[in-house]
């Protein structure tokens, strides 16, 4: 059964951020969120993860909620290369070779 | 950037034919996994590698299918009887076994058509 709740699309525009939501109410203490995108039936890549700090990198930044129940995905100036479904993952990653199972994720289209 | 390669990006066979998918996963890393997408469906999870070892299975990995590790570079997936419900795309990844854990790095994948 799915850990997270993701809405199934969202619209952003060339240059704005883009800001994609996931529900793990249930995440335990020990579960990192990760974030990984789909391009167009390409393999998934890996975006970021965290535990409860908030994480930036290149691509993105996640922001975690103090309770650990939500987080956001932010891609601070979004381009048209990153039209793509992005998934939410909870996992115990201190458990190396775990496997990571995918939702239905949330389709983000960016238009000019 | 090191990258998780996957031969061939397309294959067609016809049903109860064998098939073998490889994957050269990148060399550092220890785990190894096969997943596929049925067109228009989820991501699914079907089975992880580690030590020689199958680590982890999913349900849909049944006697049929099987993995290996048969050199220091090469991760395949066999199936054995291909079924049309088989017909997906397949991609392996791979990953360290970070304290912290990390990111899997997935191939571009191969699109198995079954006819």
């Known amino acids: 059964d799915a850990k997270t709740t993701q809405p199934p699309s969202m619209d952003c525009a060339e240059g704005r951020a883009a800001n994609l939501p996931c529900n793990h109410s249930?995440?335990?203490?020990?579960?990192?969120v990760y974030w990984y995108r789909q391009i167009h039936s390409q393999g998934p890549q890996y975006i970021i993860h965290?535990?409860?700090n908030n994480e930036t990198n290149e691509m993105a930044s996640l922001i975690i909620t103090e309770d650990r129940k939500s987080s956001t995905l932010i891609l601070p100036h979004a381009t048209l290369r990153d039209t793509a479904v992005y998934y939410c993952?909870?996992?115990?990653?201190?458990?190396?070779?775990?496997?990571?199972?995918f939702g239905k994720g949330t389709t983000l289209s960016v238009s000019s | 950037e090191p990258e998780v390669t996957q031969t061939p990006s397309h294959q067609v066979t016809q049903m109860g034919q064998e098939v073998i998918l490889r994957c050269v996963p990148i060399?550092?890393?220890?785990?190894f996994y096969w997943y596929r997408q049925i067109l228009g469906q989820k991501v699914e999870f079907l089975v992880s590698?580690?030590?020689?070892?199958?680590?982890?299975k999913s349900e849909i990995f049944d006697d049929q299918f099987s993995v290996e590790r048969p050199d220091g570079s090469n991760f395949t997936l066999k199936i054995r009887s291909t079924k049309l419900e088989d017909s997906a795309m397949y991609f392996c990844?791979?990953?360290?076994?970070?304290?912290?854990?990390?990111?899997?790095?997935f191939g571009s994948g191969t699109r198995l058509t079954v006819v």
């Open positions: 990844a791979s990953s360290e076994a970070l304290p912290g854990g990390g990111g899997y790095t």
């Open positions: 249930t995440i335990s203490g020990n579960e990192y």
């Open positions: 965290g535990l409860k």
């Open positions: 993952i909870v996992r115990e990653s201190y458990q190396a070779g775990t496997a990571l199972i």
């Open positions: 060399s550092n890393h220890l785990y």
């Open positions: 590698f580690y030590n020689n070892e199958i680590s982890e």
